[in-house]
């Protein structure tokens, strides 16, 4: 139970205390203390004004209008003729407020109103205007008043229709006209009566009164105290606002487009410094100013705990990184929700709180990381740790793993390699080479004996080599000369075809650009230093398989065919030109159709969201750090590179049209009714481009070895065709057009 308040000293202190216990809201408190002041009449009549900002504080928070009511009627007690008539007429106002059905009341407020106020004055005609005297609702129509005495003559008022900012020039009690000058109006009349719906007044000090005084008190407060700047901002525009909406407001009347990010980032700071400001962390980052200052180290709490675990962490990333003696209440609070969450079920967010943990704890203390570390089998680790959000925590991990899991590290490390991460198999590699070099040798000699056996490890680690790494390990590389490389990479292609024919192209795909990003890249260098060191069968045969393979795009297809011939010319002799130009994509409209709308949701969707994403992160500050940041920048690359790869198939797309379908034989566009002479199974199959479907929807890649092997074809012809699952006899029964209706 509180205790009773203490009464004695300055009337000074007791006002303090009345106005401290006014903001906490303790009206139990402040009620005894109240009672205990006013009762000295003389006392109370002195200080009436400061007594009456008390009150008058509780009246507007609508907490207990009652016992508002109540304190103010022990003070009108007193009220004399001495009284200021301004603070008598207050406070029989608030009296009013808090009991607008008390004719007394009303009639007290009138009475002081007409005795302050002469008949022919501009505050008359604002009374009459505001309906006290009849109103129904005489605390709606004190309201009404107190906003229409503000239009007082040099007032500045806002029309925020369109007219803009101007200053009140008369107020003429007979006509109960306003007279003002407005921006894009001047010298313009408006009645009383209306005056309040079509104006707003402005504070003197306000945003949009020193903007309209040309700025430049604005301007000096964006050196020399931004933190009141952004208070007369929210003031104007509205608490919270967006940081985007106060750009707008800030550019270009007060600052420059290009000084905003340097002025932001420190006054960002400020704003914190203050307790008094919350900067939200996430879009669309709101800016509010609080009632109450609470410390940054508050505020980074309060985030914390109610936030979800994506930006949970990143607010504990933050303050885990900390320098000696700073956030340490934070980091305390923080701590306990870390380590409870690092025996969670949750295994993905347990080891990103164990990994922040050890980040944030005295150098050394690795016991949570450790347990968090030691709960996973192998095979459950790698597939957690290939579900961390950012390369740096993955790197921690995997550097953490000889103390963490000394039992089985080494295998752990052996699986990360193979895994289908880059980062978690460059951080593997960096750890095998320090820590046991003879591992990594054994598996990248396995690698390069069998690249199926994890064809993204080996694409990695050959690019590391092509790139001029410095890796020790890539040695079994650097013993290999250019043509057994491409060999190896030629071999790993057509396993790739031969997996996608089996299981479908779709998780195929990323495999297959990273080979191709490796044949393509600084115009096809690695496969003109391969070729170049092999004799002419060889290149003969590597023709051969370049034709039939059907995963790589036809523009690169067509770039390493155009390097073989022009290598040697004899290769193209006696072969039939193909039916088609080998660097463009012949597709129908409707799967040139699908093609665009897979492009337009890259562009329109996907990007817009990632950057969305790299923005909201980056304001976490710390990019070098920052794991989110990281992930963002990554999978915007991805995006990016895909975008930019499918706009240039798409530039050399080429619609199949009717009109293309030959009549005499098969070719582009032609459906056809085969008979397998093995089984008797007929099957019909239209010979279309790369983005019409596939075998399942009834339709063969004019670019596939079987494909071309049925171009050129008549009804009762006979091919016998290489298959996945070997050889097989068909019958050509019936030649016909893809675009016939009922054909």
Request: charged residues 30%.
């Amino acid at each position: 139970m509180q205790g009773p308040v203490e009464t004695t000293g300055s009337l000074g202190k007791i006002l303090e205390d009345l106005r401290r216990l006014a903001t906490e809201g303790s009206l139990d408190r402040l009620e005894r203390l109240w009672m205990e002041t006013v009762g000295d009449a003389q006392r109370a009549s002195d200080r009436l004004g400061e007594l009456l900002d008390v009150v008058e504080f509780v009246v507007r928070q609508e907490r207990d209008p009652g016992r508002a009511g109540g304190m103010l009627e022990l003070l009108a007690e007193s009220v004399s003729d001495a009284t200021a008539p301004a603070e008598a007429l207050r406070l029989y106002g608030l009296l009013v407020r808090c009991f607008p059905s008390d004719k007394a009341h009303r009639a007290a407020f009138a009475e002081r109103f007409d005795r302050l106020y002469p008949l022919a004055s501009a505050e008359r005609a604002f009374y009459d205007a505001s309906g006290f005297a009849t109103s129904q609702s005489p605390a709606q129509a004190l309201v009404r008043l107190e906003k229409l005495l503000l239009f007082r003559e040099g007032c500045y008022v806002n029309h925020a229709s369109g007219w803009g900012v101007g200053k009140v020039l008369s107020v003429d009690p007979f006509l109960r006209q306003v007279r003002v000058d407005l921006e894009h109006k001047k010298d313009h009349r408006i009645a009383i009566d209306v005056v309040d719906s079509i104006l707003e007044p402005l504070p003197p000090d306000s945003f949009l009164v020193l903007i309209h005084e040309g700025g430049e008190k604005l301007r000096k407060l964006r050196d020399e105290d931004p933190v009141t700047l952004m208070g007369l901002v929210l003031d104007t525009f509205g608490n919270p606002s967006t940081i985007k909406e106060i750009k707008s407001h800030l550019i270009p009347a007060v600052l420059d487009a290009g000084s905003w990010t340097k002025w932001w980032n420190r006054t960002k700071g400020l704003l914190r410094d203050t307790g008094l400001f919350r900067i939200g962390d996430r879009a669309p980052y709101p800016v509010a100013r609080l009632q109450k200052a609470i410390s940054y180290e508050e505020e980074l709490v309060h985030n914390f705990t109610r936030a979800d675990w994506t930006q949970a962490r990143q607010i504990a990333r933050q303050v885990a990184r900390r320098n000696p003696g700073e956030l340490e209440t934070a980091w305390q609070k923080i701590r306990d929700r870390l380590v409870a969450l690092s025996d969670a079920p949750n295994g993905s967010n347990a080891l990103e709180a164990g990994l922040i943990l050890d980040r944030g704890e005295p150098k050394g203390d690795r016991d949570v990381l450790k347990r968090t570390m030691a709960r996973f089998r192998p095979q459950d680790l790698v597939t957690t740790l290939q579900e961390l959000p950012g390369a740096d925590e993955q790197r921690r991990a995997v550097q953490s793993l000889p103390e963490t899991r000394p039992e089985d590290w080494c295998q752990v490390a052996a699986m990360l390699f193979a895994g289908k991460k880059d980062t978690l198999r460059d951080a593997a590699v960096e750890l095998l080479e320090k820590q046991a070099p003879e591992k990594i040798q054994s598996l990248l000699r396995d690698l390069v004996r069998s690249p199926k056996s994890s064809p993204e490890a080996f694409c990695f680690m050959l690019q590391s080599h092509i790139e001029g790494s410095s890796h020790s390990s890539l040695e079994v590389f650097r013993s290999r000369n250019s043509r057994e490389l491409l060999v190896l990479v030629m071999d790993l292609l057509d396993h790739l075809q031969h997996q996608a024919e089996r299981k479908g192209r779709v998780g195929f795909k990323e495999i297959v650009g990273r080979v191709e990003d490796i044949l393509g890249e600084h115009d096809c260098r690695f496969f003109l230093e391969g070729i170049q060191q092999m004799d002419m069968e060889e290149r003969r045969s590597l023709y051969a398989r370049l034709v039939r393979n059907e995963s790589i795009v036809p523009q690169l297809k067509g770039a390493l065919l155009q390097n073989l011939i022009e290598l040697d010319p004899s290769i193209h002799h006696d072969k039939e030109a193909p039916p088609w130009e080998e660097n463009c994509i012949y597709v129908t409209a409707e799967g040139l159709e699908r093609k665009k709308d897979e492009f337009r949701e890259i562009m329109e969707v996907k990007l817009p969201k990632v950057f969305e994403d790299v923005g909201r992160a980056a304001a976490f500050g710390d990019l070098s750090e920052n794991a989110e940041y990281t992930s963002a920048l990554e999978e915007r690359d991805n995006l990016t590179k895909r975008a930019t790869k499918m706009k240039s198939e798409l530039d050399h797309a080429r619609i199949i049209t009717a009109e293309m379908v030959r009549k005499e034989s098969s070719g582009l566009g032609s459906k056809l009714r085969l008979k397998s002479l093995g089984t008797g199974q007929e099957v019909v199959y239209s010979i279309l481009g790369p983005w019409d479907g596939g075998p399942e929807d009834g339709v063969l890649n004019y670019l596939s070895p079987l494909g071309r092997q049925l171009y050129g074809k008549k009804e009762g012809d006979e091919i016998e065709a290489q298959l996945p699952g070997g050889t097989e006899v068909f019958k050509f029964l019936k030649i016909t057009s893809h675009f016939e209706k009922n054909s």
